[in-house]
Structures are given as structure tokens and as C-alpha cells.
């Protein structure tokens, strides 16, 4: 059974830094792409970045620059570094990882970013 799990979220001033960390397992991390979504208060689900298996990243406009989507196979672990963060990001953010057809996805963590 595949499970993600989010951690490293939390509340920044805006200027700040957060690393969100994506624990996976119960499959072969190396062979999947995976990506950092999120969702801010009453808006739709929105993908941040993503990054596959091969290390072809990429951003959303509103992050490139700012934001830096990484993968540690041997971890098992994805990363996603946010500097210069604004309050704009605040949000819930959520790990994803494709197996096969099918997305899998993390429980979310909220981050927070006060101006």
C-alpha cells in the first residue's frame, strides 16, 4: 500500500524559507514521478511543481524562481524548497506521487505565511 507523508509545513513571515519533506512508501519511489499540490481557502487545487522520475522538473508560474522541487531516491523522500515566501502561498500543500496510472496523495500540511 502506497503511503505519503508530509511533513515541515508551518507559519513564516512573508520573506521567509520553508523545506516541505514527502516521505513514501510501500512502492518503488525511484520509478515515479511525483508533485507538490495545494489549496488555499476557497480556491481550487493547484499544482506547484512536479518532478519525474527522470528529474525533468516543472513550476508554476506564481513559484519559479521562489520554489525548488527535489526527489532523494535512496530516501524515499521528495522535497520542496519555498523561498521568498509571500502570503499568497498560504495554503494547504499536499504531496502526490503517480504508480502507474493511478496518483496517490499525501494528507496535506498548511503553510501559513503572514505578511
Excluded: H
Excluded at 508551518?10 to 511525483?34: D, E, H, K, P, W
Excluded at 515566501?85 to 501559513?112: F, H, I, N, R
Amino acid at each position: 500500500q502506497v503511503q505519503l507523508v508530509e511533513s515541515g509545513g508551518g507559519v513564516v513571515q512573508a520573506g521567509g524559507s520553508l523545506r516541505l519533506s514527502c516521505a513514501a512508501s510501500g512502492t518503488i519511489f525511484s520509478t515515479n514521478a511525483m508533485g507538490w499540490y495545494r489549496q488555499a481557502p476557497g480556491k481550487q487545487r493547484e499544482l506547484v511543481a512536479a518532478v519525474t522520475s527522470g528529474g525533468r522538473t516543472n513550476y508554476a508560474d506564481s513559484v519559479k524562481g521562489r520554489f525548488t522541487i527535489s526527489r532523494d531516491n535512496a530516501k524515499n523522500t521528495g522535497y520542496l524548497q519555498m523561498n521568498s515566501l509571500k502570503p499568497e502561498d498560504t495554503a494547504v500543500y499536499y504531496c502526490t506521487s503517480a504508480v502507474g496510472l493511478k496518483l496517490y496523495w499525501g494528507q496535506g500540511t498548511q503553510v501559513t505565511v503572514s505578511s
